[in-house]
């Protein structure tokens, strides 16, 4: 696939993201706009991150799978969450969703002050099939 993840020697080296990912050669590349959690209707799925993460997750993985590709597909990952709420809720779900066999994506996240209204977290990525 042309794909390599980027870890040099002298690095924090994570199993949870890569520090970069190159990409090769011409292949096709999926950009997923930012993902809130909400479900098919519009609504947003719960009160906490982890419920709107686990939706997030499901939204990605409808996106890719249309596209012939799963979660390991992605490369990079952008995640913003509301101030005053953790990560941790939505690294539990990733911990669940992801197959720790593929390597990690690169990871940014960011804290903001607010999202669409009743949202805490919302992800955008980058997938390389």
Not at 47 to 55: D, I, M, Y
Not at 57 to 72: D, K, V, Y
Request: glycine share 10%.
């Amino acid at each position: 696939m042309g794909v390599r993840h980027i870890n040099p020697e002298g690095l924090h080296r994570s199993p949870a993201f890569s520090q970069a990912v190159v990409v090769e050669q011409p292949t096709k590349t999926i950009y997923i706009g930012g993902q809130n959690g909400v479900g098919p209707d519009g609504k947003v799925v719960g009160p906490t991150v982890g419920e709107q993460s686990a939706q997030i997750f499901h939204n990605l993985s409808t996106i890719l799978e249309s596209e012939g590709a799963t979660l390991a597909n992605i490369v990079h990952w952008r995640i913003a969450v509301v101030d005053g709420n953790s990560f941790d809720e939505g690294v539990a779900v990733f911990r669940q969703v992801w197959d720790f066999s593929a390597p990690p994506p690169a990871i940014t996240g960011h804290v903001v002050a607010s999202l669409n209204p009743g949202c805490l977290v919302e992800i955008d990525a980058v997938a390389v099939v």
